[in-house]
Protein backbone atom coordinates (compact mmCIF):
# COMPACT_ATOMS: atom_id res chain seq x y z
CA UNK A 1 0.00 0.00 0.00
CA UNK A 2 2.70 2.65 0.77
CA UNK A 3 4.96 1.92 -2.83
CA UNK A 4 1.39 2.80 -4.32
CA UNK A 5 0.75 6.00 -2.46
CA UNK A 6 3.62 6.91 -2.81
CA UNK A 7 3.34 6.82 -7.09
CA UNK A 8 0.67 8.48 -6.77
CA UNK A 9 2.10 11.25 -5.28
CA UNK A 10 4.69 11.39 -7.45
CA UNK A 11 1.89 11.49 -10.28
CA UNK A 12 0.55 14.31 -9.30
CA UNK A 13 3.39 16.18 -8.53
CA UNK A 14 4.67 15.42 -12.01
CA UNK A 15 0.87 16.09 -13.26
CA UNK A 16 1.26 19.73 -11.86
CA UNK A 17 4.89 20.78 -12.41
CA UNK A 18 5.28 19.14 -15.66
CA UNK A 19 4.06 22.35 -18.16
CA UNK A 20 6.62 24.57 -15.85
CA UNK A 21 9.36 21.79 -16.21
CA UNK A 22 8.93 22.12 -20.02
CA UNK A 23 8.64 25.83 -20.33
CA UNK A 24 12.24 26.31 -18.27
CA UNK A 25 14.17 25.45 -21.46
CA UNK A 26 12.37 27.89 -23.56
CA UNK A 27 12.90 30.48 -20.96
CA UNK A 28 16.31 30.33 -20.81
CA UNK A 29 16.63 30.26 -24.66
CA UNK A 30 15.10 33.52 -24.25
CA UNK A 31 16.48 35.30 -21.87
CA UNK A 32 20.12 34.16 -23.46
CA UNK A 33 19.14 35.63 -26.62
CA UNK A 34 17.65 38.65 -25.58
CA UNK A 35 21.06 39.84 -24.44
CA UNK A 36 22.09 43.37 -25.49
CA UNK A 37 25.62 44.75 -25.58
CA UNK A 38 27.72 47.56 -26.32
CA UNK A 39 30.46 46.38 -28.49
CA UNK A 40 33.40 47.00 -30.36
CA UNK A 41 35.22 45.71 -33.68
CA UNK A 42 38.84 46.51 -34.41
CA UNK A 43 38.20 46.39 -37.77
CA UNK A 44 42.15 47.76 -38.11
CA UNK A 45 45.48 46.04 -38.88
CA UNK A 46 46.69 47.26 -35.48
CA UNK A 47 46.38 46.44 -31.44
CA UNK A 48 44.18 49.03 -30.20
CA UNK A 49 43.34 50.34 -26.53
CA UNK A 50 40.29 51.42 -26.50
CA UNK A 51 38.05 53.55 -23.56
CA UNK A 52 34.13 54.39 -23.23
CA UNK A 53 32.92 57.23 -21.84
CA UNK A 54 28.53 57.48 -20.91
CA UNK A 55 25.83 59.15 -18.62
CA UNK A 56 23.59 56.60 -16.83
CA UNK A 57 21.29 56.59 -13.93
CA UNK A 58 24.27 58.16 -11.06
CA UNK A 59 25.71 60.20 -14.13
CA UNK A 60 29.07 60.64 -16.09
CA UNK A 61 31.33 57.36 -16.56
CA UNK A 62 34.20 56.62 -18.34
CA UNK A 63 36.29 53.27 -18.16
CA UNK A 64 39.33 51.13 -19.83
CA UNK A 65 41.16 49.96 -21.02
CA UNK A 66 40.08 47.19 -23.57
CA UNK A 67 43.69 45.72 -25.48
CA UNK A 68 41.37 44.57 -28.71
CA UNK A 69 43.58 42.39 -31.43
CA UNK A 70 43.33 43.13 -35.31
CA UNK A 71 40.51 41.92 -36.36
CA UNK A 72 38.72 41.19 -33.43
CA UNK A 73 35.24 42.04 -31.31
CA UNK A 74 35.04 42.65 -27.81
CA UNK A 75 32.10 43.54 -25.42
CA UNK A 76 32.72 47.27 -23.43
CA UNK A 77 29.62 47.02 -21.48
CA UNK A 78 27.30 44.13 -20.85
CA UNK A 79 23.39 44.56 -20.70
CA UNK A 80 21.61 47.29 -22.66
CA UNK A 81 23.50 50.65 -23.76
CA UNK A 82 23.63 53.00 -20.98
CA UNK A 83 22.77 56.22 -22.94
CA UNK A 84 22.05 57.09 -26.66
CA UNK A 85 25.00 59.18 -26.65
CA UNK A 86 28.69 56.47 -26.15
CA UNK A 87 31.66 58.17 -26.26
CA UNK A 88 34.88 56.12 -27.13
CA UNK A 89 38.34 57.01 -27.17
CA UNK A 90 40.91 54.39 -29.13
CA UNK A 91 44.68 54.23 -29.65
CA UNK A 92 46.95 52.69 -32.00
CA UNK A 93 49.31 50.58 -30.12
CA UNK A 94 51.43 49.43 -33.18
CA UNK A 95 51.16 52.04 -35.84
CA UNK A 96 50.57 55.67 -33.03
CA UNK A 97 47.41 57.45 -33.73
CA UNK A 98 44.41 57.86 -32.22
CA UNK A 99 40.73 57.87 -32.35
CA UNK A 100 39.66 60.89 -30.46
CA UNK A 101 37.09 64.32 -30.15
CA UNK A 102 35.98 67.01 -28.95
CA UNK A 103 33.80 65.38 -25.96
CA UNK A 104 35.99 65.38 -23.05
CA UNK A 105 36.30 62.97 -20.23
CA UNK A 106 38.87 61.44 -17.44
CA UNK A 107 41.41 58.64 -18.04
CA UNK A 108 44.50 57.25 -16.65
CA UNK A 109 47.27 54.95 -18.25
CA UNK A 110 46.24 51.67 -16.80
CA UNK A 111 43.12 50.29 -16.27
CA UNK A 112 40.11 52.19 -14.80
CA UNK A 113 36.51 52.91 -13.89
CA UNK A 114 36.04 57.16 -13.41
CA UNK A 115 33.00 58.45 -12.24
CA UNK A 116 32.18 62.17 -13.47
CA UNK A 117 33.97 64.21 -15.89
CA UNK A 118 34.83 67.35 -14.47
CA UNK A 119 38.15 68.58 -12.62
CA UNK A 120 40.20 65.64 -14.67
CA UNK A 121 43.23 67.30 -14.05
CA UNK A 122 42.81 68.49 -10.47
CA UNK A 123 41.40 65.17 -9.30
CA UNK A 124 44.45 63.17 -10.80
CA UNK A 125 43.07 62.08 -14.66
CA UNK A 126 44.16 62.93 -17.71
CA UNK A 127 41.71 64.82 -19.59
CA UNK A 128 41.17 63.10 -22.78
CA UNK A 129 38.73 63.73 -26.07
CA UNK A 130 36.30 61.33 -26.93
CA UNK A 131 34.17 61.14 -30.36
CA UNK A 132 30.54 60.83 -30.20
CA UNK A 133 28.51 57.65 -31.23
CA UNK A 134 25.00 58.49 -31.80
CA UNK A 135 23.05 54.90 -30.96
CA UNK A 136 19.62 56.13 -31.39
CA UNK A 137 18.80 54.79 -28.17
CA UNK A 138 19.43 51.50 -29.42
CA UNK A 139 19.53 48.52 -26.55
CA UNK A 140 22.81 47.12 -28.45
CA UNK A 141 25.12 48.71 -30.76
CA UNK A 142 28.80 47.69 -32.30
CA UNK A 143 31.25 50.32 -33.25
CA UNK A 144 33.78 49.45 -35.70
CA UNK A 145 36.79 50.97 -35.73
CA UNK A 146 38.72 50.88 -39.61
CA UNK A 147 42.55 51.47 -40.81
CA UNK A 148 42.70 55.69 -41.58
CA UNK A 149 42.25 54.89 -45.39
CA UNK A 150 39.35 53.26 -44.99
CA UNK A 151 37.40 56.46 -43.43
CA UNK A 152 38.26 56.53 -39.75
CA UNK A 153 35.49 54.96 -37.47
CA UNK A 154 32.51 53.47 -38.85
CA UNK A 155 29.55 52.72 -36.20
CA UNK A 156 26.32 50.05 -37.26
Not at 76 to 91: D, M
Request: glycine share 8%; charged share 25%; aromatic share 12%.
Amino acid sequence: MWPLRRRRLWQRAWHRLAPFALLLPILLLTSVGARADLKLCNSTSSRVGVAVGYRDQTGWATEGWWNIASQTCETLLKGAVPSRFIYIHALDYDRGGEWAGTNFMCTTDKSFAIRGVQDCIKRGFKRTGFFEVDTGESQEWTIRLTDPEDRGAAEQ
